[in-house]
């Protein structure tokens, strides 16, 4: 893999002896697959990005990005537990009625509002990871919204960058 640090600028100066003694950063991905069941659920997977993190990211500061690649499935950065998570999923459901308005028509009645969720609920979310940890806030979970019955089956990608 090519070195992709680049320096715009024109000056001639030497890099400070603290610049160049970083480590370069490095990426380190994997996937996995969850089943999600046949309504719609927001799953907390924080737990699978810290272990991730605790396995690939060795105490370094990056970036952990979370993408979940379905055109039915979003990653939304949350609390769980405490019926945020249902209200989440309850004010989807108002904004997107499962009815026959959509054109898109195909799977289960009222599914081409799943198609509209990433629109919402973005397929992935970049967080902060510091000395190894991902840099949440305290109520803050990692969390996989998946309001397509018609697919239980989802796959998440994890990348570190740092």
């Known amino acids: 893999m090519a070195d992709s640090n680049h320096s715009s ?4 100066q030497a890099p400070s002896p603290q610049a160049s003694s970083l480590p370069a950063p490095s990426f380190q991905t994997t996937t996995f697959e969850i089943t999600t ?18 396995e690939r990211a060795a105490g370094r500061d990056g970036l952990l990005n979370v993408f979940v690649p379905h055109a039915t499935a979003g ?5 769980t537990g405490s ?10 459901r108002e904004l997107l009625p499962a009815d026959d308005r959509w054109r898109h028509r195909h799977g289960s009645p009222g599914h081409g509002r799943d198609h509209v969720v990433p629109g ?12 190894g940890q991902l840099a949440l806030g305290i109520w803050q979970s990692v ?9 239980p089956r ?8 740092g």
């Open 154 to 161: 989802r796959t998440v990608r994890l990348s570190f960058l």
């Open 120 to 131: 919402l609920v973005a397929p992935h979310a970049t967080l902060p990871v510091i000395g």
């Open 143 to 151: 969390v996989l919204v998946d309001t397509n019955g018609d697919n």
């Open 37 to 54: 069941g046949s309504r719609e659920v927001a799953l907390d997977i924080t737990g699978r990005c810290t272990a991730f993190l605790d």
């Open 9 to 12: 600028s024109s000056s001639s």
């Open 75 to 79: 990653i939304a950065v949350l609390e």
């Open 83 to 92: 019926g945020s998570d249902d209200d989440f999923l309850a004010t989807l």
